[in-house]
Structure formats: structure tokens, C-alpha cells
């Protein structure tokens, strides 16, 4: 099945700076979305970006599909940006909505 | 967006007893999925629950073990059975809208 690689596993940062997530997929993907889980568990998704460039507030998303990479860029973190980012994806062929996950990036912000 | 409510939202078992995961969505879908996210891993998709027809469950996990219902629209359920340590988890249902794929708050289940 797919590989869905995140990078790095974990991530440390002083309350704001800057940070990008790195995810890369070994097959063509229909969907790929970028998910933060705050440390009490829930799933809030962030963005739904099969290919391009979306952004909302301090996040950003970049997809390029023909080279199976997506990156999500942080920027002037905050203390509640802490948890853990996963990337996943639905592969192509695989039913709608589907979804391959990473390991995850987990993020601490400090103060 | 979708609102989805899942009960319980934690619960501590017995080991050998079964538990019943419900799900509820605001509006009716076709596939609801259920995810299980093992202490400090990732989520790892269990089955796709369909209306009207048997559950298709992923490598790995059995019908035997996972019974899913889905009786109706916007309802599933996932029962864990038989239940071990090993399955001490937080068991998420989740639909998809227009490309974007939405999860319920999880269930977190802590098995002695």
C-alpha cells in the first residue's frame, strides 16, 4: 500500500518562530489533508489540498502532486499550536474518503 | 462542515467484556469509517461502513472482533469484543463532505 512519510517526528519552537512539515506519499493520491490533534485528542482538520497552495491565517499548505510532497508551514506559533500534525491521504483507487495516515509531527510550542 | 457526536467519549472496561461505540451524523452520508489511534501512533482506518450491506474491514482487523452496525444514514456502530489491553485505544468515526473529511471527538477506551 501507500507510504505516507512525515518529517520530522518532532518539533520544539519558542513562541514565534517559524516551522515547516514535511510529508511525502509513495503513489498518486485523489485527496490529501492536513490534520492537527490538540492534546486532548480531537481531530480539527486543517486543510484539504490535493494539489496548490491554500492558506488560512498563520497556516499555509502546499501540495505538488507530481512530485508527492506536501509541506504545511507554521508561522509566529503559539503555545496552542502544540500537538500533533498528521498528513493523509486517499490514494488513488482506494475508495472515496478512504485515508492513509503518517506518523505525525509532534509539535511543542514553549513560551 | 459536519457535526459528528460519538458516546462514549471514554470509558474504562474489563478485560473479556464488549463495548458499543456510537456514532451520529448531523446529515446523511454514504460511508462512515471507523479509525483506531493506539497509544502515541497514528490512526490506522479499521472498516468502511456502508447502508444496507456488510462492513469492508481493512488487513488486519475481523468482523469477529469489530462487529459494525450501520442501520440507518447518519448512525453506525463499532463494537470492540471480547476486549484485551492491547485494544486500550481512542476509536474515531469520520465522514467525508465535498472532499474534506471530518472526525468525531473519539472514544477513549482504557481496557484493565
Known sequence: ?111 | SAVISQKPSRDICQRGTSLTIQCQVDSQVTMMFWYRQQPGQSLTLIATANQGSEATYESGFVIDKFPISRPNLTFSTLTVSNMSPEDSSIYLCSVGRSGTIYFGEGSWLTVV
Open chain 1, 1 to 111: 500500500g501507500i507510504q505516507v512519510e512525515q518529517s520530522p517526528p518532532d518539533l520544539i519552537l519558542q513562541e514565534g518562530a517559524n516551522s515547516t512539515l514535511r510529508c511525502n506519499f509513495s503513489d498518486s493520491v485523489n485527496n490529501l489533508q492536513w490534520f492537527h490533534q490538540n492534546p486532548w485528542g480531537q481531530l480539527i482538520n486543517l486543510f484539504y489540498i490535493p494539489s496548490g497552495t491554500k492558506q488560512n491565517g498563520r497556516l499555509s499548505a502546499t501540495t505538488v502532486a507530481t512530485e508527492r510532497y506536501s509541506l504545511l508551514y507554521i508561522s509566529s506559533s503559539q503555545t496552542t499550536d502544540s500537538g500533533v500534525y498528521f498528513c493523509a491521504v486517499e490514494p488513488s483507487g482506494a475508495g472515496s474518503y478512504q485515508l492513509t495516515f503518517g506518523k505525525g509531527t509532534k509539535l511543542s510550542v514553549i513560551p
